[in-house]
């Protein structure tokens, strides 16, 4: 057991552990010692009180937005039954995972100064928080939807018949019991938005900064290491408080209810109010969720004069190019990263979760906790902390073409663990020992019978990692070295590009890697287990 | 205060879930709506308080046709099956909240709330949630949070169906003695015959959606007018019988029938019909037609309940015969057997 901790083990000391920790000295004792002053002073300059404010109600606006705007659909989707609902549902997921710089050069298309209607919203706070809706509406959609039609139809009915008006029923009896739920997708709004990167510094410009683009701009371009550092310590500090604080939410407040009988559950709109309200919504939806992607594809076909394939060719053609490297070489570096991190992340994590899943209580508990810390800190944190702490071992592992790979299996490694684990618990113990009273090894028995049942699980785990990879953006930021962009990357270094050429080559990329993660997650979708799925 | 359904139907999506039901409720009368579940009776319900929008027909109130008037505003109680009981508010906000949607104001809210507890017995439980009560319980508060308000007419969906069997009982007395109390219309949902009989003063009979018959109990009990309604209130032994004049003839024997009308036109003639035996109306008789061979016997405290087999003629036959006699017959024994008269209803073929 300790052995197969081992590896997992290794891997987030060093690769986790030790640069956040790195990061911690270096923001609360600069020169060797703990100097309370020097921080101080640095929390005290009026810009960092600026970013901290902004980045809290920036967070809070849109996440009250998104609850709003998706809380309609929660409806729709929990409690009426209509032509497509299925795929609907399934469509309405792809904003949430697609990347974040994909998002961002959607709605520059859509917003930004080359907008098909003209809009010119990019840099303003508009743009971010209609992005920041864009993301998330699947959150609150799924979230409070599926709690939705599992709170009894009967329960609004009998407050109905007792007297009360639709919006009373509503509001007295639905609304209190999807509380919880509204408060778990608003939770994990917040935590999404507040630490937002690639949206805010892509289509926030210059002005705007949450706490993670300070960090960035502050560590990579102004080179203020130490002022970067106790923004950290900072932005670390809140998400403990956050997790801390959701964590307590979510123990209290469960209302238990019976659940709905299927026929009751979902139905058809009956009355032409139910069929406007329904048609409304979707109409909604579509411009919401389906007319920035359309426009970022409709940009990448858009030539002078004319739709054609320009853009896409340009990308194959390094002397038309405006990076370093010819653009095709960035989605071969993906795609190659993406499989290395997923091979680093699901061998890891099957380990880990063997141990969590098998292991004694303290043990267990432990790695489970230690495993999911990378999902309370940020990419940025974890690209800033590769640059800091890697930099001072014997080894430099910053010049490795390993080092991307490793920071993308970090970050996938906590929703591997969290695929295979549940997965793992429900193999009957029962097996082991048949298995063992058979004659076989444990390493036999771990063969023959946990990897067959763990096998679809783990394939999820690998497509997961494999998306995450391929949209990382926040982490590889940092350490990305000038001749290996990814896809991300080089999306991100075309947007900063000056011409229509450049831009219509984003367009293009990001129309690439919007396909191919959609692909990915479309994959993961057909090997769904029939455990409880994850979001 | 008297409700009126004509030809009420409610369709879901292809299937008719009720069919033109007509049905009349007067002014502290209580109805009995049996039926198997799938029945529509639940749906029934549903339509009455405007829950369900009717695919065609009226229902009325007082002569007025309730069509569009809203749910909220029909001032008709419904006790779900299950209670549905808001379970994020105490027994008395659930109590209270009929209260609050309408008019009434406060202080008598506070009044009414404590009298509907106390009529069903749960004066203490106010800052309970439904959570931490039994199933008998929960039943007493949705009770009472459908009386809060005043309802004008009452309907209950199968308000015993969940809990057990010695609870329902005692539930089912206590129920009556209520409703005896209140003098309020009622539509009693259920699908078991015992409640069914109990409470209605007239008993309606629902199958796929239609009303197949409405009795008083005691006449649906002595005469059921279908074979569906007498094997629904478990009158099993029904046999194939001819009719000629005033006499019934099966392989069971050749009887006169008292009750028969002849003017009936199903009793006109040579006719084929069922024939139903009640349970109880088999004699120990020596000299009697009827050679039966016990299958088994369960004794039921004031009698004892056995399955004879009897050659029918044209094959076997199972039938229950009602044994009030001692000492009980064992299994494997030989019985003669005479029947009366009085215990045969006639069924129409179906």
Request: proline share 6%; hydrophobic share 50%.
């Amino acid at each position: 057991m300790l052995l197969m901790a081992a590896a997992p083990l290794a891997f987030l000391l060093l690769f986790f552990i030790f640069p956040v920790v790195t990061i911690l000295l270096k923001g609360l004792a600069p020169d060797g010692a703990f100097e309370l002053g020097r921080v101080l002073e640095i929390l005290g300059r009026p810009f960092v009180r600026e970013v901290a404010w902004f980045t809290l109600w920036q967070a809070l606006l849109s996440t009250a937005l998104t609850v709003l705007v998706a809380l309609p659909g929660a409806y729709v989707f929990g409690r009426l039954d209509f032509p497509g609902r299925r795929l609907l549902n399934a469509a309405a997921l792809v904003p949430f995972v697609l990347p974040t710089v994909v998002v961002a050069a959607a709605f520059l298309a859509l917003l930004g100064p080359r907008s098909p209607f003209g809009l010119r919203l990019e840099h303003t706070i508009w743009a971010i928080l209609v992005a920041h809706v864009f993301y998330n509406y699947a959150v609150v959609l799924r979230i409070v939807g599926g709690v939705w039609a599992q709170v009894d139809p009967r329960m609004e009915e009998a407050a109905r018949v007792l007297g009360a008006t639709r919006w009373q029923a509503f509001r007295r009896v639905t609304l209190p019991l999807l509380r919880p739920a509204i408060a778990s997708a608003a939770s994990i709004v917040f935590l999404f938005t507040f630490t937002s990167f690639g949206v805010i510094l892509i289509l926030g410009g210059p002005q705007f900064a949450t706490l993670e683009v300070e960090i960035y701009r502050q560590a990579a371009q102004l080179l203020d290491l130490r002022v970067a550092a106790t923004l950290t310590v900072v932005q670390l500090v809140a998400l403990a408080a956050l997790l801390f604080v959701q964590a307590r939410f979510q123990e209290r407040g469960a209302i238990r209810t019976r659940a709905a009988t299927p026929r009751l559950g979902r139905r058809r709109p009956r009355t032409t109010g139910e069929r406007a309200f329904l048609i409304g919504n979707l109409g909604l939806m579509a411009v919401l969720l389906g007319l920035p992607l359309a426009v970022l594809i409709e940009r990448s076909l858009s030539v002078a004069g004319g739709y054609g394939l320009d853009y896409y060719f340009a990308l194959f053609n390094s002397q038309r190019s405006a990076l370093f490297v010819p653009p095709l070489e960035a989605i071969r570096n993906s795609l190659l990263f993406a499989a290395m991190a997923t091979v680093i992340s699901v061998s890891l994590g099957l380990l880990a979760a063997q141990v969590i899943a098998t292991g004694r209580g303290g043990l267990s508990r432990a790695f489970d906790v230690l495993l999911s810390l990378p999902l309370g800190t940020s990419a940025v944190i974890l690209g800033f902390g590769f640059l800091v702490a890697l930099g001072t071992l014997p080894v430099d592992l910053r010049v490795s073409p390993l080092l991307i790979p490793i920071a993308h299996a970090l970050v996938a490694l906590p929703f591997v663990v969290r695929a295979v684990v549940p997965v793992m618990r429900s193999i009957d113990q029962r097996l082991h020992e048949a298995a063992a009273v058979l004659g076989a090894s444990p390493g036999r028995t771990w063969r023959r019978i946990d990897l067959p049942i763990i096998a679809r699980a783990a394939l999820i785990g690998a497509g997961f990692s494999f998306a995450v990879s391929l949209g990382e953006f926040g982490a590889t930021l940092f350490i990305v070295r000038p001749d290996t962009p990814t896809m991300p990357i080089a999306i991100f270094r075309l947007l900063g590009q000056p011409g229509p050429l450049a831009f219509g080559q984003a367009m293009a990329m990001a129309t690439l890697l919007m396909i191919i993660t959609t692909a990915a997650v479309v994959a993961i979708d057909r090997v769904r287990v029939p455990a409880r799925g994850a979001l | 205060m008297t409700l009126k359904l004509s030809g009420v139907t409610v369709r879901f999506d292809s299937t008719v879930a009720v069919d033109r039901v007509d049905l009349v409720v007067r002014e502290g009368e209580r109805l009995s709506v049996l039926g198997p579940s799938g029945s529509g009776k639940s749906t029934l319900l549903r339509a009455i308080c405007g829950l369900e929008p009717l695919a065609a027909g009226r229902v009325e109130w007082d002569d007025r046709d309730l069509e569009g008037m809203p749910v909220h505003r029909r001032r008709f109680g419904l006790m779900f099956q299950d209670y549905a009981l808001f379970p994020h508010l105490t027994v008395e906000q659930n109590v209270r909240f009929g209260l609050e949607s309408g008019n009434s104001p406060l202080p008598a809210a506070d009044d009414r709330v404590r009298d509907v507890l106390e009529l069903v017995g749960l004066r203490g439980y106010e800052k309970r949630l439904p959570a931490q009560l039994s199933g008998g319980e929960q039943q007493r508060v949705a009770l009472a949070r459908a009386l809060a308000p005043r309802p004008r007419l009452l309907m209950l969906d199968e308000p015993l169906g969940a809990l057990d069997r010695s609870l329902r009982r005692s539930l089912l007395d206590e129920l009556a003695d209520t409703f005896e109390g209140l003098g309020l219309a009622i539509i009693y949902v259920t699908h078991d015959q015992e409640e069914a009989l109990a409470i209605g003063d007239r008993v309606s009979v629902m199958r796929g959606g239609r009303i197949e018959t409405v009795l008083p109990p005691q006449d649906l009990w002595l005469r059921p007018p279908t074979e569906f309604v007498a094997r629904f209130l478990g009158l099993t032994n029904i046999v194939d019988a001819r009719v000629h004049g005033g006499r019934v003839t099966s392989a069971l024997g050749t009887f006169e029938l008292p009750a028969v009308d002849d003017d009936r036109p199903e009793t006109k003639g040579l006719q084929s019909h069922r024939l139903l035996i009640r349970a109880d109306a088999f004699r120990l008789q020596p000299d009697g037609p009827i050679i039966a061979v016990v299958r088994s016997a369960t004794f039921r405290g004031d009698h004892t309940l056995l399955r004879v087999d009897i050659d029918e003629g044209d094959g076997a036959a199972t039938l229950e015969v009602q044994a009030d006699w001692s000492p009980a017959p064992r299994p494997g024994e030989r019985l003669r057997l005479g029947i009366d008269p009085a215990g045969l209803v006639l069924l129409p073929l179906t």
